[in-house]
């Protein structure tokens, strides 16, 4: 038998919170395995691949810093954008 999408959320909203938690996660899980067979190493790699970029635009001011206050602000700005 197969479950359509309305099924499946609707049998997910009936568990417990824990519970959802635990298939969400093992759903998570096989999209993950279905990713890229990257190596730990590679992974690394690119991470620090990133970092590097990163600390690179801070250092040379290609990226505008802000304060936590200012990023709060912002986030909370656009959570009620997100509602009007």
Known sequence: MSLTVAEVEEALLALSRRDRAAVIQRGLQTLDADADDASQEEIDAAWRDELSRRIDDIENGRVQMLNH??????????IVALGQ
């Open 69 to 78: 206050e200012e990023v709060f602000t912002r986030a909370r700005d656009a």
